[in-house]
């Protein structure tokens, strides 16, 4: 069966497991109460339904519901032996490789942690800087699933494996991307780039990365979007992205309020998606309100720090409309 990547956070209820993972050989997720997940006869209606009764009984619909049920069937009934597991950690994360099934046990309910896979972890059981990963990687470590599909970057899983090997030396390429990072994240904080500048240098970025169209909202028009960009998928279903543009130093980090002027675009223009660039930092505030708001309303908001931004920057150029 061909390997399979996913990330996975372990903060069941909220609180932070992966020291308990690591010690463990295990990976854990949430949703404790659910019992009965793991007979497989069960269909993914009846699986969802065991889920929506148990936590989400007071719902007036299935939409978070849904949205758990797919974290746990995917942990359970899609993950096999073999799959890589990357698990986030601050400004780094973990590989784990799938070694057992999934196992529900019962004196772990109490702490949300019962559910649970044997795994090992790899790289000597050390952390990979997230520095170390390209720009698709990192987007999708600070996903706002908790058990998310990797499969179309299982490569980029397995370079940063080989690039964090002990006695790996750094390569001219490697050096060269490192240096272009570093000096176009500077040259975007103090170079020739005010506000409207960074706005329209993160619209021609949108273009890069397979924009149809994306253009920067007048002042006199702004709700909340700094930026509106669309995207076809497959030529046939349309996605609208709306952005928030903050061109600001390392500190203070964008905070909580960021995220509520880009949720008010998102409603004005009947978006798809949120995305908030920074050349600054992002909080953890705004990380946990973006995570509240995907949660209540199944609207992303991607989070996108300056580094980030500068690696966007290098590995897919800039395309001027």
């Known amino acids: 069966m061909e390997q399979q990547a996913f990330i996975l956070r372990i903060s069941p209820s909220g609180i932070d497991r992966v020291s308990e993972a690591l010690s463990s050989n295990q990976i854990i997720i949430g949703w404790a109460e659910a019992i009965g997940l793991l007979d497989e006869n069960l269909s993914w209606e009846e699986f969802r339904s065991i889920i929506s009764y148990t936590y989400y009984a007071a719902e007036n619909n299935l939409r978070r519901a849904g949205a758990a049920g797919g974290n746990m069937w995917r942990f359970i009934r899609e993950m096999k032996t073999g799959d890589l597991i990357v698990v986030p950690y601050g400004a780094e994360f973990y590989v784990a490789e799938v070694s057992g099934l999934a196992t529900h046990d019962e004196s772990k ?128 279903f349309r996605q609208i992205l709306a952005v928030q543009a903050k061109h600001w130093q390392p500190d203070p980090p964008v905070g909580k309020d960021v995220v509520e002027q880009l949720i008010r675009g998102i409603e004005a223009e009947s978006a798809n998606l949120g995305m908030i660039v920074t050349s600054g930092t992002v909080s953890d505030e705004a990380i946990s309100m973006s995570e509240q708001y995907f949660e209540e309303k199944g609207i992303k908001i991607e989070l996108v720090d300056g580094e980030q931004f500068a690696k966007l920057i290098v590995e897919y150029g800039i395309k001027t409309s």
């Open 109 to 236: 309910v109490g702490e949300d942690t019962a559910y649970r896979r044997n795994v090992t972890w790899l790289n000597n059981r050390q952390s990979i800087p997230r520095s170390l990963a390209k720009s698709a990687l990192i987007s999708r470590i600070k996903t706002q699933g908790t058990c998310v599909y990797a499969i179309d970057l299982l490569p980029q899983i397995k370079e940063c494996l080989n690039l964090s090997k002990s006695g790996a030396m750094p390569t001219f390429q490697s050096d060269l991307q490192s240096r272009l990072i570093r000096e176009t994240l500077d040259e975007i904080r103090s170079g020739r780039m005010d506000n409207f500048g960074f706005e329209n240098l993160i619209r021609d970025v949108l273009i890069s990365l397979g924009a149809d169209e994306a253009r920067v909202v007048p002042r006199s028009q702004d709700k909340g979007a700094d930026i509106v960009a669309t995207f076809n998928v497959a030529g046939a």
